[in-house]
């Protein structure tokens, strides 16, 4: 399997939750080799690890990066889309161009890697599935907008190319985790709906076993998130 954002909390979490699974080789695609190889390490993952370099905001390497990790990786199972960053809004605001960086690192960065990936998981003769991580946020813009949107895209995006290549036999698996405890958090105000990356990574396993496009965790998102996109504003701002 192959992890875009190696060094992700919970896109390590996954790894480990496949390699549980079956899977035999896992590669870390990424800016930072030795601190995505110790994450592996510290995660328990006892199979083969391999890196190569992964940089989002340069989609013009994306196709050779994704062939490079493919050729490591052999027969591969799933590729999951981890990278991002989260950001604050006043410091969006002050600065533009970081906005403008966020957006092209976790919207134009994950569709072109997202669009090299499929094409490589449906040459395979057992194709094999896209985990994309989107997020809560993509329902309903909130205080942290500029990150809700890049999600908001992502989100859209992936659901299209789910429909797109689900006829060249590859699954494309969007997950709308809430608030997940990783190095992306830290420092942030827990939610009341939080969750850990273990447990994203088994709500991911279990709904790879079904046929749902749209994977929440924890599932009962699915439902809080009826109310939160429909309320009116004053009212989704207290949900
Ligand atoms: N944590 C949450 O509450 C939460 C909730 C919903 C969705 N998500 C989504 O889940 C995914 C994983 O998040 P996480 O919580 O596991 O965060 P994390 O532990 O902070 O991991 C984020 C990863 O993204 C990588 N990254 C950032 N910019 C990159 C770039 N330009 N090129 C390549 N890699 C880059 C970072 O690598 P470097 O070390 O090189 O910066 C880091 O390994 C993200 O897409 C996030 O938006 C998270």
Redesign the pocket.
């Known amino acids: 399997m192959i992890v875009?954002?190696?060094?992700?909390?919970?896109?390590?979490?996954i790894a480990a939750e496949l390699v549980a699974r079956g899977a035999e080789t896992v590669v870390l695609?990424?800016?930072?080799h030795e601190?995505?190889r110790e994450q592996a390490l510290e995660a328990g993952i006892g199979v083969r690890i391999e890196t190569v370099d992964?940089?989002?905001?340069y989609p013009e390497n994306h196709v050779g990066t994704i062939e490079e990790a493919f050729t490591l990786a052999g027969d591969t199972q799933a590729v999951v889309?981890?990278?991002?960053?989260?950001g604050d809004t006043a410091s969006y605001e002050a600065n533009p161009a970081l906005a403008g960086g966020a957006a092209?690192?976790?919207f134009a960065?994950?569709v072109s890697a997202s669009l090299a990936a499929t094409r490589a998981l449906a040459r395979q003769p057992r194709s094999g599935a896209l985990i994309v991580?989107?997020?809560?946020?993509a329902v309903r813009p909130r205080a942290n907008y500029v990150?809700g949107s890049t999600?908001a895209g992502l989100d859209f995006f992936a659901r299209g190319l789910a429909a797109s290549v689900k006829r060249r036999g590859v699954r494309v698996l969007v997950?709308?985790?809430?608030?997940?405890?990783?190095?992306?958090?830290r420092g942030?105000r827990g939610k009341l709906v939080?969750t850990t990356?273990d447990r994203?990574a088994h709500d991911i396993a279990e709904a790879l076993e079904g046929r749902s496009t749209v994977c929440w965790s924890p599932g009962i998102l699915r439902w809080l998130s009826i109310p939160l996109r429909i309320a009116p504003d004053f009212l989704a701002r207290r949900l």
């Open positions: 875009l954002g190696g060094g992700s909390d919970i896109g390590i979490a695609a990424g800016r930072n601190q995505m992964f940089d989002a905001r889309v981890a990278f991002g960053v989260l092209v690192t976790n960065g994950a991580l989107s997020s809560v946020a990150y999600k997950v709308r985790p809430g608030f997940v405890e990783t190095k992306m958090t942030v939080g990356p994203v």
